[in-house]
């Protein structure tokens, strides 16, 4: 929607401010994906670059994977949690994990779940009347508070969105793909221990940590992106749904996605070996380098992966969003105030400042 929409220069802006997000937060990784973004599938030893949609989604619906290996989200999810999660199963065990979960993420969660988060937006976005907003902050006590009532926890949102955020970093320094950094903060395990020690079931760790880290990445780049391309003015109920779906396509909150192949097989044309590394770029799948919305519907999917690895709280993130725009449009926002999180698991804002615009 930034082509037609939104003046050139606006729509450079907002891409400019946002790309700042991916090269500030893991440097050397995007640098590396961006320079190799070209080539459709990439091995780099026992590693592959998947950079093309068709390769994406062959990777996720035709190649099987080992859904808890070193370096994969299944990994990663399986420490957390200390058992199976929908992350790390497979077969019968994730299909019923889906169908488990869908009552609570699907579009017949919304009925329930809304009003927490309509009636958090409409006590802080007033604020925006006679000061400023601090967005980041809001995202995460959104999203806390979406996750409060998903868990069944009486803690506090804005405990459990800092308890969920350390967990997420800490296993990023563990798992993503790149130089390890010099420890700061406290190591998975411990993080892990600090979450679940709020929840009413460990497993429900997991979903805290998706809830409030995704959230907490896309919504303020999406804001962001919307006030720099000057975009207020076309958002209303009938609007709101589909800018929220483009814009998550172009910001693709959670860029990539780590994986480990369980069988021999052929990615566009290159041999995949057992064990070897897939590195599945959904920023590139879902072509968020383009400014226009591409024809092929599944690129907007593909920032929530697909298939039977799609995740399966797609529904909420966009409908969240799109309230979101919803309610802050009648005050225009413009971003006065930015800088990136150098430590956060997913690229996102550390700060993200909103004042009231001129209409």
């Known amino acids: 929607m930034t082509g037609p929409l939104a003046p050139p220069a606006a729509a450079r802006r907002a891409r400019r401010r946002d790309r700042t997000v991916y090269l500030r937060s893991h440097p050397l990784l995007f640098a590396l994906l961006c320079a190799t973004r070209h080539r459709p599938v990439l091995r780099l030893g026992r590693t592959l670059l998947v950079h093309h949609p068709d390769a994406y989604r062959e990777a996720l619906t035709r190649i099987p994977l080992h859904r808890t290996a070193p370096g994969t989200t299944g990994a990663a999810t399986s420490q957390l949690a200390g058992t199976a999660t929908l992350f790390d ?23 329930r779940l809304r009003p927490f988060w309509q009636a958090l937006l409409a006590e802080r976005i007033p604020a925006l009347a006679t000061g400023d907003l601090e967005l980041v902050d809001l995202a995460a006590e959104l999203a806390a508070t979406t996750a409060a009532a998903l868990t069944g926890t009486d803690t506090p949102p804005r405990q459990l969105a800092h308890a969920a955020r350390e967990t997420a970093a800490a296993a990023a320094r563990d798992h993503l793909p790149g130089p390890r950094p010099r420890r700061s903060g406290p190591t998975a395990a411990e993080a892990a221990a600090r979450l679940t020690a709020l929840l009413p079931d460990p497993r429900h760790a997991v979903l805290a940590v998706t809830a409030v880290n995704t959230t907490v990445a896309a919504l303020p780049r999406a804001v962001a992106w919307c006030a720099d391309a000057r975009l207020w003015p076309t958002v209303d109920a009938t609007t709101a749904p589909a800018l929220a779906a483009e814009l998550l396509r172009l910001t693709a909150p959670s860029p990539l996605l780590p994986r480990a192949a369980a069988a021999d097989a052929t990615l566009a044309g290159h041999p995949v070996r057992t064990g070897d590394r897939l590195i599945l770029v959904a920023r590139h799948a879902a072509r968020a380098h383009h400014r226009t919305p591409p024809a092929d519907p599944a690129a907007t999917q593909a920032v929530f992966g697909t298939g039977p690895h799609a995740c399966p709280g797609a529904h909420l993130a966009r409908a969240q969003l799109a309230d979101t725009l919803l309610a802050l449009a009648p005050h225009q926002p413009r971003v006065v105030r930015s800088r990136a999180d150098r430590h956060a698991a997913l690229p996102g804002y550390a700060e993200l400042t909103l004042r009231r615009g001129t209409r």
């Open 89 to 111: 199963q497979d077969g019968a065990d994730h299909r019923t994990a889906r169908r488990t979960l869908a009552p609570d993420l699907g579009a017949t969660a919304l009925p």
